[in-house]
């Protein structure tokens, strides 16, 4: 991989669900080592398809995705890819199914091949990072929504990702857990592309930001994004403010 090659890479991406009109059009993307890049944007505007495609979970129908500095095509290039870059799923029920929390969080250790006593170790680690020490027994469908969530996450960091895609991490936590999770996403060295729809969470965490808009994204970067008040009408949702005409 060439040492200015992002980790991941993708081009001129199109992709619409079968059936219905492309949502990704002319798509460019790109993740680099290290940096936190945030993508704020509509409801059903594209993100975590976006993410999807970069797991291989969906396919283009145009474009070139590259990661690790590898094209990316087939089911075999994309095995790797979820080896290595972990995906917390906007909903957590889409990656919990073991009965208890410490099975669900070593499953993935697991799987790359890591002992029994090795893998329970790594969880027990990665839940304790994340504050959820005592929930190693507990039953996952029973746990609140955003408990399912930490979990979730926990699964996916058990992994030792390269990089990480967020798909509304934040989403249902408790002011005091949100915080936690800035400060876990903060400490941890490697790339990640966060989807929120939080801007105070994205604008602490990330160095650039994104959105998705007609099918392709811009940098939003300029536009000095902030949460204020205003004496207008839905003044505390995130809009551009502009000379008439
Ligand atoms: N499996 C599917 N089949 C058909 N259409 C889908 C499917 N999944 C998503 N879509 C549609 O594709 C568009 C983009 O969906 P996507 O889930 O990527 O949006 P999003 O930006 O993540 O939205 P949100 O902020 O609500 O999570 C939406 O219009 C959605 O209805
Ligand atoms: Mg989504």
């Given at each position: 991989m060439a040492a200015e090659e992002p980790l991941v890479a993708l081009?001129?991406?199109?992709?619409?669900?079968?059936?219905?009109?492309?949502?990704?059009?002319?798509?460019?993307?790109?993740?680099?080592?290290?940096?936190?890049?945030?993508?704020?944007?509509?409801?059903?505007?594209?993100?975590?398809?976006?993410?999807?495609?970069?797991?291989?979970?969906?396919?283009?129908?145009?474009?070139?995705?590259?990661?690790?500095?590898?094209?990316?095509r087939a089911e075999a290039d994309f095995l790797e890819v979820r080896r290595r870059i972990g995906l917390v799923f906007q909903d957590p029920e889409d990656q919990l199914f073991c009965p208890t929390v410490l099975e669900d969080v070593a499953f993935g250790p697991?799987?790359?091949?890591?002992?029994?006593?090795?893998?329970?170790?790594?969880?027990?680690?990665?839940?304790?990072?994340?504050?959820?020490e005592g929930f190693e027994g507990r039953i996952g469908f029973k746990l609140s929504g955003g408990e399912k969530r930490l979990v979730a996450l926990a699964a996916v960091l058990a992994m030792e990702p390269e990089a990480l895609l967020l798909d509304e991490p934040e989403n249902g936590l408790d002011a005091r857990t949100r915080l936690r999770l800035v400060e876990v996403l903060e400490r941890l060295p490697i790339p990640q592309a966060i989807v929120s729809h939080d801007i105070d969470l994205l604008t602490a965490l990330c160095d650039r930001l994104l959105t998705l808009e007609a099918g392709t994204i811009r940098d939003v970067d300029g536009e000095a994004l902030h949460r204020h008040l205003h004496v207008h009408r839905l003044g505390d949702r995130p809009h551009r403010h502009g000379l008439p005409g």
């Amino acid at each position: 991989m060439a040492a200015e090659e992002p980790l991941v890479a993708l081009r001129g991406i199109r992709f619409g669900y079968p059936g219905a009109a492309p949502i990704l059009e002319g798509l460019d993307f790109a993740l680099g080592g290290g940096e936190r890049v945030g993508i704020l944007a509509p409801n059903g505007s594209g993100k975590t398809t976006l993410l999807l495609l970069i797991m291989g979970l969906l396919r283009p129908q145009a474009g070139e995705i590259r990661i690790f500095g590898e094209p990316r095509r087939a089911e075999a290039d994309f095995l790797e890819v979820r080896r290595r870059i972990g995906l917390v799923f906007q909903d957590p029920e889409d990656q919990l199914f073991c009965p208890t929390v410490l099975e669900d969080v070593a499953f993935g250790p697991l799987n790359l091949g890591k002992s029994r006593a090795e893998a329970a170790a790594v969880a027990r680690r990665t839940l304790a990072a994340l504050g959820l020490e005592g929930f190693e027994g507990r039953i996952g469908f029973k746990l609140s929504g955003g408990e399912k969530r930490l979990v979730a996450l926990a699964a996916v960091l058990a992994m030792e990702p390269e990089a990480l895609l967020l798909d509304e991490p934040e989403n249902g936590l408790d002011a005091r857990t949100r915080l936690r999770l800035v400060e876990v996403l903060e400490r941890l060295p490697i790339p990640q592309a966060i989807v929120s729809h939080d801007i105070d969470l994205l604008t602490a965490l990330c160095d650039r930001l994104l959105t998705l808009e007609a099918g392709t994204i811009r940098d939003v970067d300029g536009e000095a994004l902030h949460r204020h008040l205003h004496v207008h009408r839905l003044g505390d949702r995130p809009h551009r403010h502009g000379l008439p005409g």
